[in-house]
Each structure stands twice: as structure tokens, then as C-alpha cells.
């Protein structure tokens, strides 16, 4: 029987591994779902947030189960979790010689369309509760409660300037993996010319973009039809890689 397929998840900024709580009940046996906290995050919010990407990327790698070292991996991640996604895809590439088989990026503006923004770095409170409000997907009574605020602001302020200060170093080659571009129809980020579509420069495979009924956090809304397109792209992937890939495992460390 072939090794699952490793199914990395990644959250927003400011968010958790629990944004993908109900994925594993509709994912096949094939698929290994594997959610991780970034540093500052859910179960690692003890810890202090990452506050370069270099960072970040190399929590993560940490933070691959052991199963990964044998398998295929694919990555999946959501408006933040997607640029760090793609940073954990080329550093897996890097120390292993292998791309993923699957990367999926979801409400995200690609790396070559991104603006330098240092605005985070020095905004007032009240401007970073207005951008989560304008982005949806945090209740109206937690921006209003301020113990919560208070707890959680230094992590999004953090997660807000590496989005905003984001660089892709134009030296690294294009990955090998299959690529979908993921967005809301009513999502301003998704929507922006060339946001999504631009993400086919990061990669020599085949790219796709897929589109759902909603907002930034458009997958709260279709969750069921978004782990179908995601189960399908995995289905299709695993086939293509496995006759050339067959019996090269993974070297993580």
C-alpha cells in the first residue's frame, strides 16, 4: 500500500492550526492531514512569534512529523499560511532535492504582485482592529473585547509586517509541483488584477485557480466544496508523482 500523502496546513495571520479542525473528517485515508502552529500560535502562543521569515520557515520544518521524512508531501496554506507555504516549499526543496507534490495557496497575492508595507510596524491599535474587521473572519465581539486585544495584537502586528515587508528571493528557480491559486469572489485580496493569477510564475508545473462563493475567509463558508478541490488537485498530483518519485525518500535533517 503507497504511504499517505502528508498534507501540510497552514493558518492566516494571527490564526491557529484549528482553522482546519473539521478538514480530517472529510479527507481520505491517503491523506495524512498535519495542521501546524507557528511559533505564537495556538498551542505554541507561549512562544514568541517569528519575527523574520527565515524564522518562521525553519519552525516549520521543525515541526514536520517524523511520517513526512518517507512520504510525499503537499502544502497548503491560507492568506499568510500561503506565503509561508511557498517559503516552506523551496526550503524543502533546498534540503531534500524534492518540491512537494502540491502546493495550495488560498487568498494571497502572489509573490511578484506583493507592495512593501511597513505600516504595521508603527500603526495605531485601532488600525489594526479595523483591517481584521475589514477582512472578516474574526467575531465582532472579540475586536471589541479588550483583553483579547490586548493578548493578541503583538502577534498580528508581527504577522502583519512580514506579510507586509515579504521579499521571494528572485535568485531561486521556479518549483516542480503543481500549483492552485484559491480565493473568494469577494474577496479583495483574491480579486485584485493578477493576485491569484500570477502565482503560475512560481512554479514549471501545471497551475490552477479555483474560486468560491465568499469573502477573504470564504473557506468558514464553503468548507466542503474547498476540501473536495483540494482532495481532487491531491488526487491528480499523487498520480503524476508517484511513477517518477517512486522510492526517493524524503531527507528532512
Not at 500523502?5 to 473539521?22: D, F
Not at 516549520?60 to 502544502?75: E, F, K, M, N
Not at 488584477?193 to 468558514?220: C, I, M, S
Request: charged share 20%.
Amino acid at each position: 500500500m503507497d504511504a499517505p500523502i502528508t498534507l501540510v496546513c497552514l493558518p492566516y495571520a494571527g490564526g491557529s492550526r484549528a482553522m482546519y479542525s473539521g478538514w480530517s473528517k472529510q479527507m481520505p485515508s491517503w491523506i495524512d492531514l498535519c495542521p501546524l502552529d507557528p511559533p505564537g500560535h495556538g498551542q505554541r502562543r507561549s512562544t514568541p512569534a517569528a519575527g523574520s521569515w527565515s524564522e518562521l520557515v525553519d519552525a516549520l520544518v521543525q515541526a514536520l512529523p517524523d511520517t513526512a521524512a518517507s512520504g510525499d508531501i503537499a502544502i497548503f496554506g491560507h492568506s499568510m499560511g500561503a506565503l509561508a507555504g511557498y517559503e516552506l516549499a523551496h526550503a524543502l526543496r533546498e534540503t531534500t532535492g524534492r518540491s512537494p507534490v502540491w502546493l495550495g495557496v488560498s487568498a494571497c497575492t502572489a509573490p511578484s504582485r506583493r507592495e512593501f508595507n511597513t505600516q504595521w510596524r508603527t500603526c495605531s491599535d485601532e488600525a489594526m482592529i479595523d483591517e481584521l474587521r475589514r477582512l472578516g473572519g474574526t467575531p465582532a465581539e472579540l475586536l471589541d473585547d479588550r483583553d483579547f486585544i490586548e493578548l493578541a495584537l503583538p502577534t498580528l502586528r508581527t504577522d502583519f509586517d512580514l506579510c507586509g515587508t515579504y521579499r521571494a528571493d528572485p535568485r531561486r528557480a521556479p518549483l516542480d509541483c503543481r500549483v492552485t491559486a484559491f480565493g473568494g469572489v469577494d474577496d479583495a485580496v483574491s480579486q485584485a488584477p493578477g493576485a491569484l493569477d500570477a502565482w503560475a510564475d512560481v512554479t514549471r508545473a501545471k497551475f490552477e485557480r479555483r474560486l468560491f462563493q465568499g469573502g477573504h475567509f470564504y473557506l468558514n463558508e464553503v468548507a466542503g466544496s474547498v476540501i473536495e478541490a483540494v482532495v481532487s488537485a491531491l488526487s491528480t498530483a499523487r498520480m503524476q508523482s508517484r511513477a517518477p518519485l517512486e522510492g526517493r525518500p524524503w531527507t528532512l535533517w
